[in-house]
T-cell receptor
Framework: EDQVTQSPEALRLQEGESSSLNCSYT??????LFWYRQDPGKGPEFLFT???AGEEKEKERLKATLTKKESFLHITAPKPEDSATYLC?????????????FGKGTKLSVKP | DAMVIQNPRYQVTQFGKPVTLSCSQT?????MYWYQQKSSQAPKLLFH???????NEADTPDNFQSRRPNTSFCFLDIRSPGLGDAAMYLC??????????????FGPGTRLLVL
């Protein structure tokens, strides 16, 4: 059973067309939720950490939010350079070693 | 700039021929991780070192081993690569383990091809 589910698997947007990516999770005792950006053939690049429900973080055209069961990554007026796979990962608490559990990612394509 | 470095970026090996991938970090982090990522899949944790303490994931095949000779370097050894081991191998570091929301920082990855 997947503990971290990202949707949609792929998203195609026109430049300037705002949208949201979803990450839902079922782990207990969440310590942190992380968003990464991964370009083809490269390692994940850290974007945000969210710790508690209601928290929001922003960076340029990206805004991440967190509830008790899911997180959203909002992309406002995206540009072609925002095209990448966006990975969500959660860090368990309650007796775990704090390892990250990754979702499979959302592949975003932004067309000019 | 402090960073995580992986060498080589691309590695070609033959079926059954041992191969070693390397990772170094200038962040002075205590924890180093190795992940395997296959195409369009989530990164899968193989093992991690907390300082010199090695922690193997339960489902990591025995074919995969790791060494951490000092704080800065960590190696991934694949003793007898099979075709199914072709993947991107990612090294990551974090300052500490099992603390509140410690961020992991990833290197650029090594793409392994098994012929």
């Amino acid at each position: 059973e997947d503990q971290v589910t990202q949707s949609p698997e792929a998203l195609r947007l026109q430049e300037g067309e705002s949208s949201s990516l979803n990450c839902s999770y079922t782990v207990s005792g969440l310590r942190g939720l992380f968003w990464y950006r991964q370009d083809p053939g490269k390692g994940p690049e850290f974007l945000f950490t969210l710790y508690s429900a209601g928290e929001e973080k922003e960076k340029e055209r990206l805004k991440a939010t967190l509830t008790k069961k899911e997180s959203f990554l909002h992309i406002t007026a995206p540009k072609p350079e925002d095209s990448a796979t966006y990975l969500c990962a959660v860090q368990e608490g309650e007796g775990s070693q704090g390892n990250l559990i990754f979702g499979k990612g959302t592949k975003l394509s932004v067309k000019p | 700039d402090a960073m995580v470095i992986q060498n080589p970026r691309y590695q070609v090996t033959q079926f059954g021929k041992p191969v070693t991938l390397s990772c170094s970090q200038t962040l002075n982090h205590n924890v180093m991780y190795w992940y395997q990522q296959k195409s369009s899949q989530a990164p899968k944790l193989l093992f991690h070192y907390y300082d010199k303490d090695f922690n193997n994931e339960a489902d990591t095949p025995d074919n995969f081993q790791s060494r951490r000779p000092n704080t800065s370097f960590c190696f991934l050894d694949i003793r007898s690569p099979g075709l199914g081991d072709a993947a991107m191998y990612l090294c990551a570091t974090s300052r500490d383990l099992a603390s509140w929301g410690e961020t992991q920082y990833f290197g650029p990855g090594t793409r392994l091809l098994v012929l």
